[in-house]
């Protein structure tokens, strides 16, 4: 049994319940910050017997400098300019979304006993971790109002997709080139998310989405 990787999966676990009862942005970016460390060192304790190459030890650095601080970091200032402190009107409840959560795993549970693919055991529960984050942070984009936390819940959702492809590839390099190009897209999504905060804090005084349905000709 490999303690470390276990002890990775239940914190990535409970990054997701947290951020689904959590209403304060700056505690959201905090765990996001916790969650990108841990997603970032999952594949090194996947397989500790495996040798890196010098690319895959530089590769797992530079994965943990920007799921654990840059990003983080720019989700900080995002944060910090536009002067949000909590999501006051969610679209469902932090208790709802707690349970719906603890059904997440549940579910991620059920689909990889049944999906029939034949993981090792630290494998297979990573699976379970990677659908459940996954589904989190699907469940966050919908059911938060606040565009950050939206952006939160998009990254959220990238960590899954992350822990899906090392669940499935373990440490080969074919999941180096896609997470790469992942990341850039995410890093520009998340710079332009952020300019377009302030722009709409800066002209409406408020970045609830839920305004936009309120627009008229």
Do not use: C, W
Not at 54 to 60: A, Q, R, V
Not at 109 to 124: K, M, N, P, Q
């Amino acid at each position: 049994m490999n303690t470390g990787i276990d002890v990775v999966l239940v914190v990535i676990l409970l990054s997701v319940l947290l951020s689904l009862a959590s209403s304060r942005m700056m505690a959201l970016v905090k765990i996001m910050a916790l969650q990108g460390a841990m997603v970032s060192i999952a594949p090194l304790l996947l397989d500790e017997h495996s040798p890196l190459s010098n690319e895959g030890i530089l590769f797992f650095q530079l994965m943990f400098l920007i799921k654990a601080a840059l990003i983080p970091g720019l989700l900080y200032l995002a944060v910090t300019k536009v002067a949000i402190k909590r999501e006051v009107e969610p679209i469902v409840g932090y208790h709802a979304s707690l349970v719906v959560g603890l059904g997440l795993i549940l579910l991620s549970a059920y689909i990889t006993h049944h999906l029939g693919i034949s993981l090792t055991g630290d494998a297979a529960l990573l699976l379970i971790a990677a659908i459940t984050t996954l589904g989190g942070g699907l469940f966050l984009m919908m059911s938060r109002t606040k565009a950050i936390t939206q952006v939160i819940g998009y990254l959220m959702l990238e960590n899954g997709i992350y822990l899906v492809g090392t669940a499935l590839t373990g440490q080969s390099h074919s999941i180096y080139l896609v997470e790469f190009g992942v990341l850039l897209d995410l890093l520009v999504g998340v710079m332009i998310m952020g300019i377009i905060l302030h722009n709409i804090n800066r002209t409406f005084d408020d970045v609830d989405t839920a305004y936009l349905g309120q627009l008229k000709d």
